[in-house]
């Protein structure tokens, strides 16, 4: 059963790339969660209808920022695009071109 779990490169990956956190990763990440909380209109539109797009990239950006930020770095590399500190970046700047368009 275990084996199901743990892929065989799993050993491999760990040893080769040791994880730590990523502090501006987690900043942004605790920074939307924190603005979303406290301002939830930053999801929404100029007539205040949620914007579900914005919302859509600044929650991945938020996720990849808390994921990345801890120090969790995926095996799988889809997931390791997802999830890293790069897609972070690119979904605040593509939140930053929703939002003033």
């Avoid at 900043?27 to 930053?42: F, K, Q, W």
């Avoid at 991945?60 to 999830?83: D, E, K, N, T, Y």
């Amino acid at each position: 059963m275990s084996h199901y779990l743990i892929p065989k490169e799993s050993s491999e990956a760990s040893a080769q790339k040791p994880s730590a956190i990523h502090l501006p990763s987690l900043l942004t990440g605790v920074l939307i969660m924190l603005l979303g909380s406290i301002y939830p209109l930053i999801f929404a539109d100029a007539n205040g209808r949620a914007d579900h797009a914005l919302a859509f990239v600044l929650f991945w950006a938020m996720s990849a920022g808390l994921v990345r930020g801890v120090g969790f770095v995926p095996i799988q590399r889809v997931w390791r695009l997802f999830f890293s500190g790069w897609s972070c970046v690119f979904a605040l700047a593509l939140a930053t071109l929703l939002r003033w368009i």
